[in-house]
């Protein structure tokens, strides 16, 4: 009896576990929700969510994330809608790892028709979106500078000084700001490295007399057992030798930390500084949604 | 739109394409009605399957439905929807 209810159990719970949804078919649930709702952008959300869960068909997802938006904006006449549909068909041209040559140009087809509905909506409405002006001109690129403070201001800053200050007269302090932080966090750095080096060297030197004075009791421990003990004068030598060897391992402890201290903070300040500026440099990124590179040119 | 199926086989021979479920997407103009584009997912729009499968759409005039995009499989066990 007790042999057959194990059984059943062991029968039932593989049952009991495939049935139980996972967070994949929650979210299909939800997103199908938006789509009998006819919330399209929502449903265009959820599937663009969806695609991003384990144990997906990732491009298929953003297909239907794509079908949603696309139908947000035939619905709405929105073309923010439309705008989010093109960057979910570039993300998944920018993916790559197509099945084959047939899908890579059916997604880029679906980006090149996005593209043409935008600007077919732009000359039709007069409507700037997120790539064409209101007559169907393409938007320049606009390229996002990455804030660099050692760089320094990428556009030239409204000119509000003195005009003395302007013409170069008189030192705008203002300007050098930037640079002198940076100066003084590397000179910090630098002076703390020195201190630290300095102090490392006060360190050795302090362990070599402790070890001196330790090879120097063990003399004399070995001089008095051979001579059957300490001679008086020995005795107080020794002591004095023991107090001296005492000061010097506290010694010793101290320099240690304060070595490592000033060390640390030194080699983390000047390391934790911007790389050197140069003509041309590579700055890798990543988050979340992806990574990439920025190519950064200096003129 | 089940009943193009047929039609849409021939397409399919003249491709030389496998028989397995296509899914075919069809884009109606929000304000008209008419179709706007149809596409084959996953294909290629010049492929001949695709060029094939649009002429045969459009043909048929579907009307539009509740979605402005909608999708209809092809030879997967349901026949289309």
């Given at each position: 009896?007790?042999?057959?209810?194990?059984l059943?159990?062991?029968l039932?719970?593989?049952s009991v576990?495939s049935s139980?949804?996972?967070?994949?078919?929650a979210?299909?649930a939800?997103?199908?929700?938006?789509?009998?709702?006819?919330a399209?952008e929502e449903?265009?959300?959820?599937?663009?969510?969806?695609?991003?869960?384990?144990g997906v068909?990732r491009r298929?997802?953003?297909?239907?994330?794509?079908?949603?938006l696309?139908?947000a904006?035939l619905?709405?006449n929105?073309?923010?809608?439309?705008?989010?549909?093109l960057?979910v068909?570039?993300m998944?041209?920018a993916d790559?790892k197509f099945?084959?040559?047939q899908?890579?140009?059916?997604?880029?087809?679906?980006?090149?028709d996005?593209?043409?509905?935008?600007?077919?909506d732009?000359?039709?409405t007069?409507r700037?979106?997120?790539r064409?002006?209101p007559?169907?001109?393409?938007?320049k690129?606009?390229v996002?500078?990455?804030?660099?403070?050692?760089i320094?201001?990428?556009t030239?800053?409204?000119?509000?000084?003195?005009?003395?200050?302007?013409?170069g007269?008189v030192?705008?302090?203002?300007?050098?700001?930037?640079?002198?932080?940076?100066w003084r966090?590397?000179t910090?750095?630098?002076?703390l490295v020195g201190?630290g080096?300095?102090?490392?060297?006060?360190l050795i030197g302090v362990?070599?007399v402790?070890r001196r004075?330790?090879q120097?009791?063990e003399?004399?421990n070995?001089?008095?057992?051979?001579?059957?003990?300490?001679s008086?004068a020995?005795?107080v030598?020794h002591?004095r030798?023991?107090?001296?060897?005492r000061?010097?391992?506290?010694?010793a402890?101290?320099?240690g930390?304060?070595?490592?201290a000033?060390?640390?903070?030194?080699v983390?300040?000047?390391?934790?500084?911007k790389?050197?500026?140069?003509?041309?440099?590579v700055?890798p990124?990543g988050g979340?949604?992806g990574?990439?590179a920025t190519?950064?040119l200096?003129? | 739109m089940?009943?193009?199926?047929?039609?849409i086989?021939?397409?399919l021979?003249r491709?030389?394409?496998?028989r397995?479920?296509y899914t075919?997407q069809?884009?109606f103009?929000?304000?008209?009605g008419?179709i706007d584009?149809?596409?084959?997912?996953?294909?290629?729009?010049?492929h001949?399957f695709t060029?094939?499968v649009?002429?045969?759409?459009?043909?048929?005039?579907?009307?539009?439905g509740?979605?402005?995009i909608?999708?209809?499989?092809f030879f997967?066990?349901?026949n289309?929807?």
């Amino acid at each position: 009896m007790l042999a057959s209810l194990a059984l059943s159990f062991m029968l039932v719970q593989p049952s009991v576990e495939s049935s139980r949804p996972t967070p994949a078919d929650a979210q299909r649930a939800v997103a199908e929700a938006h789509v009998a709702q006819r919330a399209y952008e929502e449903a265009g959300e959820a599937y663009l969510k969806l695609a991003s869960m384990s144990g997906v068909v990732r491009r298929d997802e953003l297909d239907q994330a794509h079908v949603n938006l696309d139908s947000a904006y035939l619905t709405s006449n929105l073309t923010r809608h439309l705008c989010r549909a093109l960057q979910v068909a570039e993300m998944t041209i920018a993916d790559g790892k197509f099945e084959g040559e047939q899908e890579e140009k059916f997604w880029q087809d679906i980006r090149d028709d996005d593209v043409r509905h935008l600007r077919e909506d732009a000359r039709a409405t007069k409507r700037q979106n997120c790539r064409f002006g209101p007559d169907g001109e393409s938007l320049k690129v606009a390229v996002a500078l990455l804030p660099d403070p050692e760089i320094g201001p990428q556009t030239p800053p409204l000119d509000l000084r003195e005009p003395a200050i302007r013409a170069g007269a008189v030192d705008a302090p203002v300007q050098r700001g930037s640079a002198d932080r940076r100066w003084r966090v590397q000179t910090a750095g630098a002076a703390l490295v020195g201190v630290g080096i300095g102090s490392l060297g006060l360190l050795i030197g302090v362990i070599t007399v402790n070890r001196r004075q330790a090879q120097a009791m063990e003399r004399m421990n070995e001089d008095a057992a051979a001579a059957g003990g300490f001679s008086t004068a020995g005795l107080v030598q020794h002591d004095r030798i023991y107090a001296d060897a005492r000061l010097t391992r506290s010694a010793a402890i101290g320099l240690g930390v304060v070595t490592a201290a000033t060390l640390l903070t030194g080699v983390a300040l000047l390391v934790s500084r911007k790389r050197a500026t140069r003509a041309v440099a590579v700055y890798p990124y990543g988050g979340l949604h992806g990574g990439g590179a920025t190519l950064r040119l200096r003129f | 739109m089940a009943s193009l199926e047929p039609r849409i086989e021939v397409c399919l021979t003249r491709a030389s394409l496998d028989r397995k479920p296509y899914t075919v997407q069809v884009r109606f103009a929000a304000v008209t009605g008419e179709i706007d584009q149809v596409r084959v997912a996953k294909i290629d729009q010049q492929h001949d399957f695709t060029r094939c499968v649009d002429q045969v759409v459009r043909r048929a005039r579907p009307a539009i439905g509740e979605s402005p995009i909608e999708s209809f499989t092809f030879f997967s066990v349901n026949n289309g929807r």
